[in-house]
């Protein structure tokens, strides 16, 4: 099974490191940054495709690798924007743009604050 991890921040990180328990499973990465937390926690070596977080490019992505799953890790804190007014819908608003155009499924994976 192939999953394409978008976002290799501190969520996608984790992501990774979880999905990479299942050697049936290939984890291809998709972020724009060279040393996303994923490679400074030396979790992966390097990204797997170096993209903007676009739906062009994503789905220039999604056409090289032809996944099973897209797993969308793109957090709020991955962005590098800070507290952007609305930048939580600009990342809302790419996922869905994503989940349009793949045809495999698509799952939004967010930090949620217990408590």
């Known amino acids: 099974m192939r999953i394409?991890?978008?976002g290799?921040?501190?969520i996608g990180a984790r992501v990774?490191?979880?999905l990479q328990k299942n050697p049936k499973i290939?984890?291809?990465t998709v972020d724009p940054?060279?040393?996303p937390y994923a490679v400074q926690q030396k979790i992966i070596t390097a990204v797997d495709f170096h993209e903007a977080l676009t739906p062009q490019a994503i789905e220039y992505v999604l056409n090289q690798?032809?996944?099973?799953?897209v797993l969308v890790t793109t957090s709020t804190e991955d962005m590098e924007l800070g507290k952007?007014?609305?930048v939580d819908i600009l990342v809302e608003a790419l996922r869905q743009e994503i989940a349009a155009i793949a045809e495999v499924p698509v799952i939004g994976v967010a930090r949620v604050q217990c408590g």
């Open 8 to 10: 290799a921040g501190r």
């Open 84 to 86: 952007v007014p609305a």
């Open 4 to 6: 394409v991890v978008i």
């Open 65 to 69: 690798t032809k996944p099973d799953l």
């Open 33 to 35: 940054r060279e040393q």
């Open 16 to 18: 990774i490191w979880q």
């Open 26 to 28: 290939e984890v291809v």
